[in-house]
């Protein structure tokens, strides 16, 4: 097989990968609401990126879903608002592009599950930051934080030790 057939067999595989995760991503408020279960509560938007980084490992296509996931699912189901799913657009391209810095400069993410669960977290900490900031400043709610930090924290830990364990090398 030629390396043309090659890049675009891949092209397919990531086009397709992509349009499944952004669907299931659009699909968790209907899901939520039939099953009367809080699912937006997991971050769902974060659990979808990660599997993408982790089934296509290409970091322009992780930017490329930290874009799309917000502004699909506020297009498509109305959910987020805009200004949450600018909050949230900014919290998943923090956590790519610190996730990039950490893996690409500091061979953090290489080295063993350890580095990569750290970089993981040390990632979702600053989008966390990211998004919290512009929270406070764009929507200013009078709670900042609708979602119980334990909630935050076990799912943060949870999506971590997946990655690291499942991420190829």
Request: hydrophobic share 60%; net charge positive; aromatic share 6%.
């Amino acid at each position: 097989m030629n390396t043309t057939a090659v890049k675009t067999q891949s092209l397919w595989r990531t086009a397709l990968i992509d349009v499944v995760l952004i669907t299931v991503a659009c699909l968790v408020p209907t899901l939520s609401h039939l099953a009367a279960v809080p699912l937006y509560q997991l971050n769902p938007m974060l659990i979808v990126l990660m599997t993408g980084m982790l089934l296509v490992n290409d970091r322009r296509n992780a930017f490329l879903l930290a874009v799309l996931l917000p502004l699909v699912s506020m297009l498509a189901v109305g959910m987020p608002t805009p200004a949450k799913a600018l909050c949230m657009g900014a919290e998943l391209l923090t956590l790519v592009s610190v996730f990039t810095l950490m893996q690409s400069r500091w061979g953090f993410a290489s080295a063993s599950v350890a580095g990569r669960f750290t970089a993981v977290v040390a990632a979702m900490l600053c989008g966390k930051m990211v998004y919290y900031a512009l929270k406070a400043v764009i929507i200013a709610p009078a709670v900042l934080i609708s979602t119980p930090w334990t909630i935050q924290l076990l799912v943060m830990i949870g999506v971590a030790l997946l990655f690291a364990l499942l991420q190829r090398k």
